[in-house]
Structure formats: structure tokens, C-alpha cells
């Protein structure tokens, strides 16, 4: 789930998240938020405020699109967070050119010294998807797994994900 800087200003959004997941029948700890580092700089100490209520929930906390924006390592610090996403720029490039694949190369490194889990966006081909692999990448989103679901998919998806944890428990 991704969050925008406005949406990380609203004081209602923690319990509007947990009423949906309790709507949902939706064990938090499978949620991951997705917060970009720019919406990060905007609002930091907003930002920090609503992941750890969240955080204290079981919810996840994902740094997108991590090396475009600002990169500090101050906001990996601050923020606590869970798992890093490799900006597709970078991933859909390294293949072809040098320089992208050593950026993908440390970005993993940083994440693995951190303790965090790493997903890479934009993977769209088994070479890629290969890579990544050696390089000790987590997981990995993009064509190459499939398309983007509309909401209404996505919806029953996760009705149904949510009976199967349900039943296994």
C-alpha cells in the first residue's frame, strides 16, 4: 500500500488502515506500507509518527523507489524500516549498462549490512530476474510476474488470502 505525502499528514489514516484491516479480516503483519523517499523529506516527522503506529500494529514499512530521491542514510535510521525497494530505473538497466548494475550491486549490500529485505522493481526478464538472485536480491515485482490487478482483483484477492491464513490457524 502505497502513501502519498498528503496522505501521511492526515491524523486519521493509522485507524482508517486498521479499521479496513479489520473490515477485511486482514492480519496487519502481511500489509506492507510503501513510503517514498521524497514524501520522507517532506514530512519526516510525520512520516516516522504514522509508521510507528503502525509498526507497533505488526504492519511492514517499505522504503520506495529508494535512489532517486534523497537517500539519506539518516531516513533508513529514523524510519526503522523493514524492507527497501530498488527504483526500477536502476534494475532495468543493469544488465546494459555498468554503472546501474554496480548502483543495484550496493544498494543489495547496504540493505544486507542493514538487516533489511530488498525487493526489486521493474523486473521483466529471467536475466534480470537472475541477477538479482546472485546478488542475494529478496524479491522482486514487475511484468516478468505479471501485470498490475484492478482494485477489484485485488479486493477479493486479499478477501481470500485472508480466509486461507483464517483456516491454517
Do not use: W
Not at 506492507?32 to 509498526?55: G, H, N, P, S, W
Not at 530488498?118 to 546472485?134: D, P, Y
Amino acid at each position: 500500500m502505497n502513501l502519498s505525502p498528503r496522505q501521511i499528514s492526515d491524523p486519521s489514516l493509522t485507524h482508517r488502515i486498521l479499521d479496513l484491516l479489520a473490515q477485511a479480516s486482514f492480519p496487519p503483519h502481511r500489509l506492507v506500507v510503501e513510503i517514498t523517499e521524497t514524501a520522507v523529506v517532506q514530512k519526516l516527522d510525520e512520516a516516522k509518527r504514522v509508521l510507528d503506529q503502525l509498526r507497533r500494529v505488526g504492519v511492514r514499512v517499505a522504503l520506495d523507489d529508494f535512489g532517486t530521491g534523497y537517500s539519506g542514510l539518516y531516513h533508513l535510521r529514523e524510519l526503522q524500516l523493514d524492507t527497501i525497494k530498488i527504483d526500477r530505473s536502476f534494475v532495468s538497466q543493469m544488465l546494459a549498462k555498468p554503472e546501474e548494475a554496480r548502483i543495484v550491486k550496493a544498494i543489495l549490500s547496504l540493505s544486507q549490512a542493514l538487516g533489511l529485505h530488498t525487493t526489486a522493481e521493474g523486473i521483466e526478464n529471467t536475466q534480470v530476474l537472475e541477477r538479482l538472485t546472485k546478488l542475494g536480491c529478496d524479491t522482486g515485482q514487475g511484468f516478468l510476474f505479471g501485470e498490475p490487478e484492478p482494485e477489484s482483483a485485488v479486493s477479493e484477492t486479499l478477501r481470500e488470502q485472508a480466509e486461507l491464513a483464517r483456516q491454517i490457524a
